[in-house]
Each structure stands twice: as C-alpha cells, then as structure tokens.
C-alpha cells in the first residue's frame, strides 16, 4: 500500500509535476472542463461556503476554483514542495492559509470551522489508516452543518482479484496476455490505489467517529473496477443529513472522455489539441 512515506518520497522528490498537476485532467481537455463538468455537478449543493478545507491541493488543481467559492481557505498537505508551489500560484489571492501536516493530522485546523471538506485525486492513495485519522478528525472540525467531499480508494474490494494479479507474473501467462488486458479480464495496475480501503470500510470509519455517510459513488479509473470511491460525510441532524444512498457509476471514465470530445472548440488548454471528435 502506498505508506505516508512513499507518497511523501513520491510527490516531494519523484513526480516532476510537468504541468503542475494539469496532466491528470488529459481526458477532460482541460481542468477548468473537469471541474465545471465534472466536479461542479457533484459539489455544487454546498458551495459557495464561508471556510474551505482541501487536503493534499497538490500544485493547486483544484485551488483555482475553490479560493472564489469561499471567505477563507485552509490548505494541509503532506509536502512543502506543494505547499510552496500553492503559495507563489496564489500569491495574490489573501484569503488563503497554507499548512505543512505530517500525512495525517490536522491539528493547526480549529474546531468546529470547515463548512466544506474538500479532498479530490489525492487520498486514493492513502492507506486506511490514514484515512481513519481524518475522519476522526473531520467530525471534530467540521461546522453543525459542515459536510466533506472524499475521494478514496475502494480497490480493497478486489483484493482477491489483485492477489491474483500478483501472482499471475508475464512468464505464467506467455500467451493471450495482451487479449486479456484488452477486455478488461487482465489489469496489472492498481493505479496506486490503497489496496486496504473499501467504501464499505469507509463508512464503518464515519460511523465510530459519529457521522454520517449520506452517499457514495463507486466508480471506475483506468480500469473496468469500481477501484474508486467518492464519499459525503456530514454530522447526524444536519441540514444536510439523509438516508444514505449509493450510486454504482462504471460509465465514469466514459464521461470523462465524453467531456474531453468538448475541448477543441470550448477549452483553452494545450490539451485540447490531442482530442478528435
């Protein structure tokens, strides 16, 4: 599983961040068309809201969209590099904060202050402990009628199936390997995603730290599984508390191409040059 400090190692000193992060939203043309598209349709009931937390900003993907939707905006991710990037991005804008944590706390954040807990593309990554801590957490900062917008793993729900992969090394299937990852039937990659977490577990996580889960999307990302989760966490009795409801999307990476065909005629970005309609 990727441990606090390889994603440290990894984000700190390997990944180069070509495009500042940008690279990940190649099949949406552009990150302004997945955040408008994509995440906008998903958030867009509890923002604008006066304080904003996001967890892991990275180089800022997401933090040119949520300093406009907010009064204050506290930044925590595990990495100074990151940290650093946000701060010289966003040297102009004064209502954001920026903090250093060590991978799982989130103790320079006061009680009772996040209106909206914003984590997208980053904690898939994280272990189930680290995503236990956060939760804890979570239930002590948010407002009364705070709610959190987690994106984790979920391939823990293929664990069989990944030990299987393991196992199954290029010299035990010599033949056909190439028809197999073709269908779907063969995936070698995880994508890096915690092989530990499940949504389910997710759930009983918010539950022992006195939440409530109110939806789920399960939904797929370079493979035919549901090896992703999208999680909303609020406090019982909130005005946004609900029964909970589940939905099971295996079009997701579908749309995120459906959204890209757009880009040659509405994106800005150099992205949308590589896309034919």
């Not at 650093?84 to 102009?92: D, G, P, T, V, W």
């Not at 019982?236 to 295996?250: K, T």
Request: net charge positive.
């Amino acid at each position: 599983m990727p441990t606090i400090e390889f994603n440290k190692a990894e984000w700190e000193h390997r990944y180069t961040w070509h495009q500042a992060g940008d690279e990940w939203s190649r099949n949406y043309g552009s990150a302004a068309l997945q955040w408008h598209a994509s995440l906008m349709p998903r958030i867009h009931a509890f923002i604008p809201a006066p304080t904003i937390l996001e967890i892991a900003p990275g180089f800022g993907r997401w933090t040119q969209f949520l300093k406009d939707q907010c009064q204050r905006l506290i930044l925590v991710d595990l990495t100074e590099k990151c940290i650093e990037a946000c701060k010289q991005r966003f040297s102009s804008a004064t209502n954001i904060e920026y903090h250093v944590n060590d991978g799982s706390s989130l103790k320079m954040v006061p009680d009772n202050s996040i209106d909206f807990l914003f984590t997208y593309d980053s904690l898939v990554h994280a272990g189930k402990e680290v995503l236990q801590s956060y939760v804890q957490q979570t239930a002590s900062k948010l407002t009364k009628n705070g709610v959190a917008f987690i994106h984790h793993s979920n391939c823990g729900a293929y664990d069989s199936y990944f030990k299987w992969i393991d196992w199954l090394k290029p010299e035990r299937l010599p033949r056909g390997r190439r028809f197999l990852m073709r269908t779907g039937i063969l995936e070698t990659s995880d994508s890096m995603r915690d092989r530990g977490m499940t949504a389910e577990l997710f759930r009983q996580m918010a539950q022992d730290a006195g939440l409530r889960v109110i939806g789920q999307e399960l939904h797929n990302w370079n493979s035919y599984r549901l090896i992703d989760c999208i999680s909303l966490v609020t406090k019982p009795g909130s005005r946004f508390d609900r029964e909970y409801r589940l939905l099971i999307n295996r079009s997701f990476e579908r749309q995120s191409h459906e959204i890209g065909r757009l880009a040659p005629v509405y994106a800005g970005s150099s992205f949308a040059k590589s896309f034919r309609q």
